[in-house]
């Protein structure tokens, strides 16, 4: 199957330390999303990429959360100083420019949870 | 900002029963999705719509895109006890989002199916 796949499935972290998520999207798409999604809450947007280019940065993004995709293919995202607040499900999506319209395929998620 | 409204928030049907939800917005969208997901994990796409009055089927699951184009709907017909799950309409205006292609989020239906 090659759908998206995140890595790890689960993150356990105490208040303050960084922790980091990895994206690997659909083999031929060129756009990829990150979402945050809370619980009793659908999900919310967070960043996207087309390419390398990270073209959207919502304000939900803080300056303690950074994204990459260095080489267009894989995703990181980064959450530095972690607060409990942090703790919810992020979710990566990807689609493919110039597909069917804007289907976004989502992964299985990382779930997030911050003592 | 944009918001979606979904309802009803939960059902409880029987088996077999057919089942009708829907998802409204102060704004308009061009496309809309909709979604199941089970939990722990992601989002997975159900079905597409992208013009308005477009009326499309994946089997048991029929959606339409409203003529006013703030509103859609999702029916499953003859439920079945895997259709549990939680329901989410998406939508998305590259345009009134100011060129993004972020999909905007309703709540969600949970759906509880009793054998």
């Known amino acids: 199957d090659t759908g998206v796949s995140q890595d790890p499935r689960h993150k356990i972290t105490k208040r303050g330390q960084n922790v980091t998520f990895r994206c690997d999207p659909i083999?031929?798409?060129?756009?990829l999303y990150w979402y945050r999604q809370t619980l009793g809450q659908g999900p919310e947007f967070l960043t996207y990429?087309?390419?390398?280019?990270?073209?959207?940065k919502s304000r939900l993004l803080s300056d303690r959360f950074s994204a990459e995709r260095p080489k267009g293919s894989f995703s990181t995202l980064e959450i530095q100083r972690t607060e409990q607040g942090d703790s919810a499900m992020y979710l990566c999506?990807?689609?493919?420019?110039?597909?069917?319209?804007?289907?976004?395929?989502f992964g299985p998620g990382t779930r997030l949870t911050v003592l | 900002g944009q918001q979606l409204n979904q309802s009803p928030q939960s059902m409880f049907i029987q088996e077999g029963e057919d089942v009708s939800m829907n998802c409204t917005s102060s704004?308009?969208?061009?496309?809309w999705l909709w979604y199941k997901q089970d939990p722990g994990e992601g989002p997975v796409l159900l079905i597409a719509?992208?013009?308005?009055?477009e009326l499309t089927s994946n089997g048991r699951l029929t959606a339409q895109f409203g003529i006013t184009r703030k509103d859609s709907f999702l029916n499953i017909s003859a439920s079945i006890p895997s259709d549990v799950g939680i329901y989410f309409c998406?939508?998305?205006?590259?345009?009134?989002?100011?060129?993004?292609?972020?999909?905007?989020f309703g709540k969600g239906t949970k759906l509880t199916v009793n054998p």
């Open positions: 083999s031929e798409h060129n756009r």
């Open positions: 999506a990807s689609s493919l420019l110039g597909g069917a319209g804007n289907e976004q395929f």
């Open positions: 719509l992208y013009k308005a009055g």
């Open positions: 998406a939508g998305q205006n590259y345009i009134t989002q100011g060129g993004s292609e972020k999909l905007v």
């Open positions: 704004s308009i969208f061009n496309t």
């Open positions: 990429f087309q390419n390398e280019a990270q073209l959207e």
